[in-house]
């Protein structure tokens, strides 16, 4: 099966960005309605957030997230499969590369921190090219186990590296920052039961990582969040780097609710291209529930 889904997506990569993306929009609006779980969860999380602000503009968005979902999910051929000098020319601006220059002015660790909004792989891709030494990415093993060799093998290209979300990976995560390297960390997975505190989330509460804090409390580390915006027209992506927003104390409620503030801030710019079919409030097995917490 692996070797099936490895032809598959290099097939995918290399069609013209623009051809990609059209058939990405099929596909979501395929599953738009054809899974009814696919589109109630988008539907009941836009509702949540409340950012559409009328019911005309919530119709209207839930459509463009299902497409702008199918156009990231083909995405991610390009990402696995292309060379990182393709990757580099998709991206046709970046705004705040200053702040990276001046983390790595002071020799400090990065932690670059993206939601899963946008194309986040690929500007994952774009930033490792542009740095001069490895950047770690953490992830979470697929639901398919025979996609996890394509991913991994598609991000540990180039000065790629990536670390599993396990206490194995984050001691490989602190040793890379404390080398004065960089990492990638998506702060809007569920964690496990004892990796997480809850805090609001566009006024629900979330059960989220307090992973990041962690990290961020090393000394001569500094945290920056990047979008990979997708721009109209398969016209490629415009990437988006800028400090973080609030200061982490070490309480682990307080620690988390600047977590989401910060996601929120980001989706709040793009909310078409917010993975909004993910199921941003379950219960973890063995977690509290919000009232017991």
Same mark, same amino acid.
């Given at each position: 099966?692996?070797?099936?889904?490895?032809?598959?997506?290099?097939?995918?990569?290399?069609?013209?960005?623009?051809?990609?993306?059209?058939?990405?929009?099929?596909?979501?609006?395929?599953?738009?309605?054809?899974?009814?779980?696919?589109?109630?969860?988008?539907?009941?999380?836009?509702?949540?957030?409340?950012?559409?602000?009328?019911?005309?503009?919530?119709?209207?968005?839930?459509?463009?997230?299902?497409?702008?979902?199918?156009?990231?999910?083909?995405?991610?051929?390009?990402?696995?499969?292309?060379?990182?000098?393709?990757?580099?020319?998709?991206?046709?601006?970046?705004?705040?590369?200053?702040?990276?220059?001046?983390?790595?002015?002071?020799?400090?660790?990065?932690?670059?921190?993206?939601?899963?909004?946008?194309?986040?792989?690929?500007?994952?891709?774009?930033?490792?090219?542009?740095?001069?030494?490895?950047?770690?990415?953490?992830?979470?093993?697929?639901?398919?186990?025979?996609?996890?060799?394509?991913?991994?093998?598609?991000?540990?290209?180039?000065?790629?590296?990536?670390?599993?979300?396990?206490?194995?990976?984050?001691?490989?995560?602190?040793? %890379?920052?404390?080398? !004065?390297?960089?990492?990638? &960390?998506? #702060?809007? +997975?569920?964690?496990? $039961? =004892? /990796?997480?505190?809850?805090?609001?989330?566009?006024?629900?509460?979330?059960?989220?990582?307090?992973?990041?804090?962690?990290?961020?409390?090393?000394?001569?580390?500094?945290?920056?969040?990047?979008?990979?915006?997708?721009? %109209?027209?398969?016209? !490629?992506?415009?990437?988006? &780097?800028? #400090?973080? +927003?609030?200061?982490? $104390? =070490? /309480?682990?409620?307080?620690?988390?609710?600047?977590?989401?503030?910060?996601?929120?801030?980001?989706?709040?710019?793009?909310?078409?291209?917010?993975?909004?079919?993910?199921?941003?409030?379950?219960?973890?097995?063995?977690?509290?529930?919000?009232?017991?917490?």
């Amino acid at each position: 099966m692996t070797r099936i889904a490895r032809l598959i997506l290099q097939t995918l990569a290399a069609l013209p960005l623009p051809a990609l993306h059209r058939l990405g929009a099929l596909l979501g609006k395929i599953l738009y309605y054809l899974s009814p779980r696919f589109r109630e969860r988008i539907r009941e999380n836009l509702k949540t957030s409340q950012i559409a602000g009328s019911y005309q503009l919530y119709e209207s968005l839930v459509k463009l997230c299902a497409a702008e979902t199918g156009k990231g999910a083909l995405e991610l051929a390009i990402a696995w499969c292309r060379e990182p000098d393709y990757i580099t020319s998709l991206v046709r601006g970046c705004d705040g590369w200053e702040h990276v220059e001046a983390a790595l002015a002071e020799g400090k660790g990065l932690i670059f921190v993206t939601p899963h909004l946008g194309s986040y792989d690929i500007a994952g891709r774009y930033i490792s090219a542009r740095l001069p030494f490895p950047l770690t990415a953490m992830y979470r093993p697929p639901k398919l186990a025979w996609l996890e060799p394509i991913m991994n093998e598609g991000r540990a290209r180039g000065k790629g590296r990536t670390a599993p979300a396990t206490g194995a990976g984050v001691r490989q995560l602190m040793k %890379a920052l404390k080398s !004065g390297e960089a990492t990638i &960390i998506l #702060p809007d +997975q569920v964690p496990g $039961s =004892g /990796e997480g505190a809850w805090a609001p989330f566009f006024g629900k509460p979330a059960f989220t990582m307090t992973l990041l804090a962690r990290l961020a409390q090393m000394n001569g580390v500094a945290v920056l969040w990047f979008t990979g915006e997708r721009l %109209a027209g398969g016209a !490629g992506f415009h990437i988006h &780097i800028s #400090p973080q +927003q609030g200061e982490f $104390s =070490g /309480e682990r409620e307080a620690d988390a609710a600047v977590v989401n503030a910060n996601v929120e801030r980001l989706i709040q710019r793009w909310p078409q291209q917010y993975l909004w079919s993910y199921n941003r409030y379950k219960t973890p097995s063995g977690a509290p529930s919000p009232d017991q917490a």
